[in-house]
């Protein structure tokens, strides 16, 4: 899911995401990635079903029965945040006849349980339905049952409603069912071996509108009630059906005869047009790079309250996050362009083809994120593509994890949603396209694409298609690079022999070789320029731990690039003489290169290395490279990399001018202060006023309290230079905020969002901990009141925050909730940490006090006994 991550049902668990960073300093894990940002309520939840049975690996189902249809008829109840439903799963058994059909189906109230086949019993045990037919049902024949049921799901399916805290008038709720989740409000068939047509009817009051999968067959009212009823009539999995119902305002347009719309609740309509820009552009190159038109009958995309990720690719209809939307006044330092192609990216891979297991992730998410990258290369530029390459080839190659991407040795599903999936996978696919060339990458992805259409597939499905096409073996590459760990960690260098004229690299792999991480096996190209501008492209076939290659030039070289065009996956060390980095960083051609020389630059701190970077900074004609220069200034922590930073604040490009900002906000010293509070003051850009404010927190409080304190009350779009200043205020460390912040967040809830709300309730306690007794009761008390918001998701912060507080009278606040559920139920464990800091941290204080008491008893009696030796008295 999606461009990569995160929401998180909790607050206070991080997700940079719904941050003060935009999408664009965000990489792939925010923009996409569901498993860091899901709830830990689901995750602790799917942990239940333990370890799997036999050799501890994962496959999927056997598929007893054909899934022919899903149908679900339901009234959701906002009120209680419930719901009442009739699900109707129709079927045909595969290979021999059927006496028994289990159903997927957690933590339901089961009120009925129907067949178009006779029925001799039935059973549930909270996990599954279990349906035994008088009968056997022979193989083929088609049959249905249906139930009818009851539920108060905690997962699969989510209510925002006023109650709950969030706007007035935005009342709704949205389902997501990846990975296994929708057996939390449907019975079903609930793994994604299984493709069917699906059916949805939705009861709701008139006012709202109900939003699913494929055609729109009937909207109707009567007597208040909206019935509303959407036909998937093209088979996809069950995690892909989606339900979205509620107050919504949208945004209409059509890509070819497809209809396109954006929906967002009320309250964020007003900025809903910066994030429905390039939905229509996305659809049509990708219709063209995958060359399969768009398969579905419509594409929406659908704004959510505090969802659980970036988005998700439920089919024709995506949810999106309401994290993606943002207002004209941060300029580009947003956008939603990625995460709106990562979705429809998935209308392919993942909706159409659908991977077989939890394994093979990496045909989704891989994709994903792969095709996102190329539309950044249509819609800006290579070096753009080239770009998020880059960033994401370090997110992989710095990591230690040893795991395969295809690996079957998971508990939970949620486990394979990491960097494995999306930019691994991607780089993959990016290595296969860099080996065959665009059009016959194209051509093996068009392939495999009409090849598996409506089908689930594996990793050989694909490997197999780039083999038959190109005539190649691919066992070694996916060997290595899908069924096997790590990436190689390359060490070259480089020498110019005058007397030959030979360039000679040794090129050295240092990864540790085990059975999880191979001996790569790969081509690695270098290129070589001379002062004339002439290029020597070659390539090097790396096999071994260490090899030497020369190459004869009849010149020597004024650059010396390896992998210039970014082809391999690798972490590669290359340290060339200074002389070949200037003229490297000259070459207008090669951004990656302009980069790599920026960043050599930051272990050399004189007058020669600061005009470089200066520039760069100003003059570069790619935004990634004056960033790298921006921030290795700052690594160089000298007075006059302060004074070219500040020269070089008048950025027009904005992304430049924040990191500018962030680079100033590393040091420390009056002259980086005043400058920092001038931005804060005259900034017209309040993400940029927010990472100015954020950078203070170290400087002393009287220098910085009253602008932190004027900060809270600035209007900023998700209220973000507000939740800057709390971030600095946590940073002093002092009660001088407390009674402020404490003011602030009495009479300002609702300009939160559930986790910058968390945050500060954190950050008031934590100020609160060496405050006067009365300071610390009145936020005691007030977060004891928060215990009792209508939102049950919000529970866990506060008492985190308490924890924070570390007040030993809020034990017996905290005691109750700690016993309230299961071990893994997070307000259980919320209680549990907090009683344990706050139990820790008494312990201690109860130390300090009877040291005190022992340093004030000593010195009295030094007291005493100097007025006696006053008085002439001898101690006894």
Known sequence: MKFKLFLILLIGIPALLFSGNSFEDCGWENCACKKNLYSLRARLQAAKVGKPPGNGRQYARDRIVDVLHQKIDFTPHFENRSLRGTATTSFAPIAKPLEKLDLDAFDLTIESVESTHKIESWDYDDKRISILFEKAIPAGEQASVTVQYSAEPEDGLFFRTEAMGYPAGDDHLWTQGEPEKHRHWFPGYDFPNERFTSEVICHVPESMIVLSNGTLISDEVTD???????????????????????????????????????????????????????????????????????????????????????????????????????????????????LDAHEATHQWFGDLLTCKDWSNLWLNEGFATYYTHLYDGHKTG???????????????????????????????????????????????????????????????????????????????????????????????????????????????????????????????????VTEKVLLFDFPLPVRFIDAKGKVYDRVLSIQRQTEDFSFALPAKPAIVRIDPELTVLAATKFDPPSELLFNQLENEQDMIGRLLGVRSLRKQKNKKSGDLLKKHLNNDPFHGVRIEAARTLAEHRTSGALVILKSSLNQKDARVRIEVVRAIGKFYSPESLEILQGISANEKNPEIVAAALGAIGKYPTGEVKDMLIAALERDSYRHRIANSAITAMRDQGDPVYVAPLRKHLAENQSRFSRRSLGSAFE?????????????????????ASQLNHPNPEFRPAVIRAMGSLEDRRALPILQPYSTAGDADDPVVKAAGDAIKKISATGKQADEVRDLRELVTRLQREVEQLSAKQKNGSKPK
């Open 224 to 338: 208040g009630i909206r019935t509303t009823h959407w036909h998937q009539k093209k088979p996809h999995v069950n995690y892909l059906i989606s339900v979205i119902a509620g107050h919504f305002q949208k945004l209409e347009a059509t890509h070819g005869e497809v209809p396109l719309a954006f929906y967002t609740t009320p309250s964020e309509f007003a900025v809903a047009e910066n994030s429905f820009r390039d939905t229509a552009k996305i659809l049509t190159f990708l219709g063209k790079e995958i060359g399969v038109p768009y398969p579905w009958a419509k594409y929406y995309n659908v704004c959510v309250a505090d969802f659980i990720a970036g988005g998700m690719e439920n089919t024709s209809i995506s949810t999106l996050t309401n994290g993606t939307l943002f207002s004209d006044t941060s300029e580009n330092l947003r956008t939603t362009h990625r």
């Open 382 to 512: 290579r070096d753009e593509m080239l770009y998020g390459l880059f960033k994401d080839g370090e997110s992989v190659t710095r990591r230690k994890d040893d795991k395969p991407i295809v690996w079957r040795g998971f508990t939970d599903p949620w486990e394979q949603f990491d960097f494995r999936a999306y930019p691994k996978g991607s780089w993959v696919l990016h290595m296969l396209r860099s080996q065959l060339g665009a059009d016959l990458y194209r051509e093996c992805v068009k392939t495999y694409v009409e090849r598996h259409r409506f089908s689930n597939v594996e990793t050989d499905d694909l490997k197999d298609v780039f083999e038959e096409l190109s005539g190649r073996s691919f066992d070694e590459f996916f060997d290595q690079w899908v069924f096997h760990g790590g990436t190689p960690q390359l060490d070259v260098k480089y020498d110019w022999d005058a007397k030959t004229k030979k360039a000679k690299l040794t090129v050295k792999q240092t990864q540790k």
């Open 763 to 783: 950050t008031l306690a934590y100020l609160s901990r060496d405050a006067d007794d009365p300071v610390r009761d009145d936020v005691r008390e007030y977060l």
